[in-house]
């Protein structure tokens, strides 16, 4: 069948000639009072802290039946996998419940760009430098650099809070930092040695919001989860239709099954009728598990039959590994509702710290058109800015639309979903969504249609541009993903998941042959290229899934 075009291979290839993906953008935000990662930080830069960054939880909940608690517990059995264990970890306090610490100052020893570059010591704003030391605490740590001179006035600073990666400590380079000497500041108010100078360099602008176009699907817009149609305005049509219309919600996105052997009876061709009349869009959207993936598929394909404008497929831990499960799923599924019935992917919104979930099957050829990462961030327990930040740098590989989930429940305070939906817009998302119905408040509701403009509180975004930068020894989906792809035009290429020896040669022949420094690892350039191939699937019903 023929490909359709990828706007997000477009804009990675158009990119590769600046050497930027995309570029930061200043937009006035709410914050709520918190300092944000990838946010300025107020200009005397005091006082402000975010939380530190905890593992993903478990994110959508998986009834059985419909028969729950008013107030359904979210489940903790299925919480997120172990994180990476080279991810780096949080300095030890050494302290007691008995006998407090003193305050220990950050010690920075070196930094290092690793994304818009142009050397190890220069960097476009909206780029990565990675952070040497100890006593780092990512979420709370602060990057100062120097700012650029405001009506004349000079000796200005700008702060943004430090966060983890697989590379270590990372920080996004603020639009507003300029040239010069860079100090940590730990949450107490202690600060490093300087260290530099470290050459801040212009952003290559690039037109984010048209190189993703909306998509003509039900995924453009602000759409809202409904787990329980009977605890959503009590199940009220016309109920549920003016709220909606009210906070600018076009799609609703309706539970419609639950595994192989449970589908959900308040999704129906008469509810969907209901709703269009109404003049909202309806998709269902299933949990799965992977034990009897035809089965699941055929419960999508049902909700499709029911009349749903898209279908999104909710696959967390219990898909972790089962990579000939992912694609008898989307080969029936596809076979069902046909190649260009809008799907959509629910999952966890950090690839890396879940490395085996399928990722690459559910997002790969004849696979889901449109990523949807939970990106709850007040569950995680970081901000937005941060959340955000680290989802894209993850995802973008996959070029897919991302239409960002994000969450109105378990207290989100109302600033903190305006300042979702600017980040939304200042990524150029063309759509989102928010979990869910019965847990928002009357206070979230209202947030929801919020102006964006001025005069809300002001926080400017910058919008991290990097992309994950693997090297021999990396492992996990993203590798099988660059793997497919190397192997159109190095057949030897080993699609194992693991970045071998064999992985390492392939990919420097491939460099070499465009033009690349044959680094062996994933830079910007070298992923431009990458993506404009065809991947090279694997039959996982044959072959072992990656390690």
């Known amino acids: 069948m023929q490909k359709p075009a990828n706007p997000i291979r477009a804009l990675v290839a158009a990119a590769c000639a600046s050497s930027m993906l995309v570029a930061p953008v200043a937009w006035a935000a709410s914050t709520g009072g918190a300092a944000a990662p990838g946010s300025t930080v107020a200009t005397s830069v005091t006082g402000a802290t975010a939380p530190t960054p905890t593992k993903p939880a478990s994110t959508l909940a998986k009834p059985t039946t419909l028969a729950r608690p008013t107030t359904p517990a979210r489940p903790t059995t299925a919480a997120a996998p ?316 996959y070029a897919r639309p991302i239409m960002p989930l994000g969450e109105t429940y378990g207290g989100t305070p109302p600033t903190e979903m305006t300042r979702f939906r600017q980040l939304s817009a200042a990524y150029g998302a063309s759509g989102l969504s928010w979990w869910d119905w019965q847990e928002t408040t009357t206070a979230g509701w209202a947030s929801l249609d919020q102006p964006l403009a001025a005069p809300l509180p002001t926080a400017p975004i910058t919008v991290d541009a990097s992309l994950p930068v693997f090297s021999q020894g990396s492992k996990g989906d993203q590798i099988v993903w660059m793997q497919e792809h190397l192997a159109a035009v190095e057949p030897t290429t080993p699609t194992t998941g693991i970045f071998d020896a064999a992985t390492t040669a392939a990919l420097e022949a491939f460099q070499t042959a465009r033009g690349i420094p044959p680094s062996g690892t994933t830079d910007i350039p070298t992923w431009a290229a990458l993506l404009g191939l065809t991947p090279v699937p694997v039959d996982w019903t044959t072959a072992a899934a990656p390690a």
């Open 82 to 397: 172990a994180k990476p264990a080279t991810k780096p970890t949080e300095a030890s306090s050494g302290s007691t419940a008995r006998k407090a610490t003193p305050a220990v100052a950050p010690v920075l020893t070196g930094a290092k760009c690793v994304s818009l570059c142009a050397s190890s010591l220069s960097v476009h704003a909206g780029g990565t430098i990675v952070l040497h030391g100890r006593h780092f605490v990512a979420g709370s740590t602060v990057v100062v650099f120097p700012r650029q001179s405001v009506g004349g006035r000079k000796g200005l600073f700008t702060g943004v809070v430090m966060r983890s990666s697989r590379q270590g400590f990372v920080v996004t380079v603020p639009a507003s930092a300029h040239t010069g000497h860079i100090v940590l500041r730990g949450s107490t108010g202690l600060r490093s040695v300087s260290f530099g100078p470290v050459k801040v360099l212009p952003p290559v602008p690039v037109a984010l919001q048209s190189a993703v176009p909306p998509s003509g699907t039900a995924f453009d817009g602000n759409g809202m989860w409904i787990w329980y149609m009977t605890k959503s305005d009590a199940g009220s049509v016309p109920a549920i239709a003016a709220q909606a219309k009210a906070a600018g919600i076009t799609t609703l996105f309706i539970k419609s099954s639950d595994g192989s052997d449970n589908y959900w009876p308040q999704f129906t061709a008469a509810l969907v009728a209901q709703f269009h009349a109404l003049g909202l869009k309806v998709c269902g959207w299933q949990y799965v598990y992977g034990t009897h993936p035809a089965g699941e598929a055929q419960l999508g394909a049902q909700a499709v039959a029911a009349g749903a404008d898209c279908l999104v497929i909710d696959a967390e831990s219990e898909y972790a590994g089962k990579y000939a499960s992912a694609q008898t799923y989307m080969q029936t599924l596809r076979a069902a509702v046909g190649p260009t019935y809008p799907i959509g992917l629910a999952s966890f919104p950090y690839v890396d710290y879940h490395e085996s979930i399928p990722y690459s099957v559910f997002l790969g050829p004849g696979g889901a058109q449109f990523n949807t990462p939970q990106l709850y961030w007040h569950t995680i327990g970081t901000t937005a800015d941060a959340a955000f930040a680290h989802t894209y740098h993850e995802n973008r590989i």
